[in-house]
C-alpha cells in the first residue's frame, strides 16, 4: 500500500482541483452596517448547460488517519462545493485525471473553518470528516444527467498526518 502525506491546504497547491473557502486577508466590503465582512464570490461554480445550483446537506460519518482510500469519484456535470457547518477541519483527497481515471493523489487537511470546491470533473476522495459533527452544507448540480463517476483502486492507498 502506497503512502500519502497529507498537507496543509492551501489556496496555490488545491488551484489546479478547485477553490479553497475561507475567509483570508480583509473582506471586500463591510455590510450590514459595518459590523460584517463580505468575502465576494469565493468559488467557481459550474452546474452544466442542463443543472441547477442545489443546496443540501450532508450527514457523514467521522473518520481517522491513517485513512484507506480504495475509491475516488469524480461529477462530470458540474462543480461540488463543500462547507463544514462546526469549526472542525477535514481531509480533502484529489487527484489530476489520468486517461480517464485518478492519477496519484494528494491529501490536504484543511484549517478551521475552510470548506473547498472541487471543479468540473477533479478526482477527489469522499467526504471524510475527522472531528466534530461531521454536518456541512453542499453547493452542487441538480439534474436528470449521470453526474457520478467512480474508480477503485486495485491496491489502496494510506493516507497519514504530516508528522510534527
Known sequence: MSRIIAQPLTAEAFAPFGDVLSVDGDPDRLINQGLCGRYHDRARLDFG????????????????????LDMMERH???SQAFLPMDT?????IVAHDDGGKPGTPKAFLTHTGEGVNYHRS?????????????????????????????HWFDTPYQVVGQAI
Not at 88 to 92: A, E, I, K, M, T
Not at 123 to 150: C, K, S, Y
Request: negative net charge.
Open 49 to 68: 448547460p442542463d443543472g441547477k445550483a442545489g443546496i443540501s446537506l450532508f450527514k457523514a460519518q467521522l473518520r481517522s488517519l491513517p485513512y484507506t
Open 76 to 78: 462530470p456535470e458540474g
Open 88 to 92: 472542525h477541519p477535514f481531509l480533502v
Open 122 to 150: 477533479v478526482w477527489h476522495g469522499v467526504l471524510t470528516p475527522l472531528a466534530g459533527n461531521g454536518l456541512f452544507a453542499v453547493v452542487d448540480r441538480i439534474g436528470e444527467t449521470p453526474n457520478l463517476e467512480e
